[in-house]
């Protein structure tokens, strides 16, 4: 399923997208890259969220939405008319701006949501699936001797990596993260983009961000998008020290947004 | 500090005062009225409580007289309610609140299930006169009352199961579509279950509206002198309050006593109910937040 690092996991092409008579994306053309951190960063309003949003085919449950173009994800078009939108979001994990934890379940329950609510968990292999999607999420240490506590009972940052565990017990291919970090604190912060370095051998990874810094610490490239169009995408390296439009300039300069 | 200040300042002080007074005594009032109703219940119906009288039938003696037949047949009804309306109500508010659109439709609906809310029950008994007894050949059945009952308490089921829904952050509903579930499946084991303290203190506090209504009961054609338990629910029946009410329009004062006792008796089922809504929703909550 997966391919090597480097190649293309997700390629976008010509995709707008909106809600009733408001374009909010414009025709965007990206690939993203297998097992590599794509940044999307870029001023409030900018289309960022609603992007993330059209990979996983989440943008469509708002009411009066409408997607045209192609996602070509491991070469099937996730918007061709035979696609389940239901089967995509196995393999397109999500993580959103507020820690969500369902309040109802335990932290072990949380984890295992995803599964149990698809009716694919195999009573024997709960525990496995546990330990592992927690250790990969580096929140097992902290947890492994009250997983039967509420998920809410965690402080924020580990309701956040509750959550990427929660995504990464369904086994997806991408994660895509929607300014996860906006609601935490910088240790917390830290912790996760920690997280991200080592998430990224096994998953393609998109984040929405709103902190330059963010984006320069945990990307390999950086796509800047600005009302509703990609200005510009490349190594992150070379978005931040030079930028080629003027544009990307004014704005990781600091001059708007 | 002039003086025209003052008395203002005197004024405002006064309307405080009578104000306060009058909203203490819309407190007061009512719960002096319960106290009464329950102190006079007491005292004159108390001393007929006891096994027997819980487990006789009516008789034309008030000594021997029981309420057997009325406890069971209200339990009955209660049940057999409970089962048609719950799902009912709680599938045409998950319909609403997760499935329709937003639109002058649903605000119709919405307006007629309010209006629904406040219609007098005894009108809600004339349409299941018409439709379960008559039109469905249910006949003066059990069933055919509990159908009625349900008509009565649906509204109010929809309603507090939308604003239970309405609790639910959307957020949570996305974190599990994300986790690719279906929307029904989301519905069923995230939302729901978060929804359910809401869902059942108003339902209960609804259904046990429905244990005290009397006159939808009289107009299906509850039975008043019954001397055997229903064996189905095509069965006839009794319930508290008719027995109640039949009861107090005796002349012997040997019924108005067993009339007291008997509302001792439905007063202390409807507290419970009340009550077990109250624990029930509590504990609850106390298990989400841990």
């Known amino acids: 399923m997966t391919s090597d690092a480097g190649s293309t996991a997700l390629s976008v092409s010509t995709l707008r997208a909106g809600f009733g008579a408001a374009e909010i994306l414009k025709g965007i053309n990206l690939n993203i890259r297998s097992q590599q951190v794509t940044a999307i960063i870029g001023p409030s309003g900018c289309g960022k969220s609603t992007f993330i949003r059209t990979l996983n085919r989440m943008h469509e449950t708002s009411g009066e939405a409408w997607v045209k173009g192609t996602v070509m994800l491991d070469g099937q078009d996730i918007y061709a ?177 | 500090m002039s003086p025209l200040f003052r008395h203002h300042r005197a004024t405002g002080a006064r309307m405080e005062r009578v104000f306060s007074t009058i909203c203490g005594l819309a407190v007061w009032i009512p719960l002096i009225i319960l106290a009464v109703l329950l102190v006079v219940g007491l005292s004159e119906g108390v001393s007929r409580i006891g096994v027997d009288f819980l487990t006789s039938y009516p008789s034309r003696k008030w000594e021997e007289a029981g309420i057997l037949p009325a406890l069971v047949g209200s339990v009955c009804l209660l049940v057999l309610t409970g089962l048609i309306a719950l799902p009912l109500g709680v599938g045409a508010a998950v319909y609403l609140e997760e499935y329709g659109q937003r639109g002058r439709f649903a605000r119709f609906i919405e307006l007629n299930i309010a209006n629904l809310a406040g219609v007098p029950s005894v009108i809600y008994g004339l349409l299941g006169l018409g439709v379960f007894v008559r039109a469905l050949g249910m006949g003066r059945s059990l069933l055919a009352g509990a159908c009625t009952l349900a008509l009565l308490v649906m509204p109010v089921v929809v309603i507090v199961t939308r604003e239970a829904l309405r609790t639910v952050p959307d957020a949570i509903r996305e974190g599990a579509l994300a986790l690719g579930a279906s929307r029904w499946q989301a519905i069923r084991q995230v939302v729901l279950p978060m929804a359910m303290p809401g869902i059942l203190t108003g339902s209960i506090l609804a259904m046990s509206r429905a244990i005290g209504e009397t006159a939808p009961l009289v107009v299906v054609g509850a039975l008043t002198y019954v001397t055997f338990l229903p064996d189905g629910i095509d069965a006839p029946f009794t319930a508290l309050p008719i027995q109640i009410f039949n009861w107090v329009s005796r002349p012997q004062k040997g019924f108005l006593i067993n009339a007291a006792a008997a509302i001792l008796v439905l007063l202390v089922t409807l507290l419970s109910l009340n009550l077990s809504a109250i624990l029930l929703r509590n504990r609850l909550q106390q298990r989400m937040q841990g």
């Open chain 1, 81 to 257: 008319p035979e696609v389940d939108p239901v089967l995509l979001r196995r393999r397109v994990g999500m993580v959103f701006q507020k820690p969500n934890p369902f309040p109802s379940m335990s932290i072990r329950e949380n984890v295992l949501a995803g599964l149990r609510l698809t009716h694919r968990l195999k009573a024997d292999a709960a525990d496995a699936v546990v330990e592992q999607a927690l250790t990969r999420a580096a929140l097992w240490g902290e947890v492994k001797d009250r997983l039967a506590a509420p998920g809410l009972s965690l402080s924020g940052g580990q309701q956040q990596r509750l959550c990427i565990a929660r995504a990464l017990a369904v086994e997806p291919s991408v994660l895509l993260m929607d300014e996860p970090c906006s609601a935490l604190d910088p240790i917390a912060t830290a912790r996760i983009e920690d997280l991200i370095h080592v998430l990224r051998e096994r998953y393609t990874i998109v984040i929405v961000t709103h902190s330059m810094q963010q984006a320069a610490r945990v990307s390999n490239q950086t796509a800047f998008f600005l009302m509703g169009e990609l200005v510009e995408v490349d190594e992150t390296s070379r978005v931040f020290s030079s930028p080629k439009d003027p544009r990307t300039e004014d704005y990781i300069t600091g001059r708007f947004g």
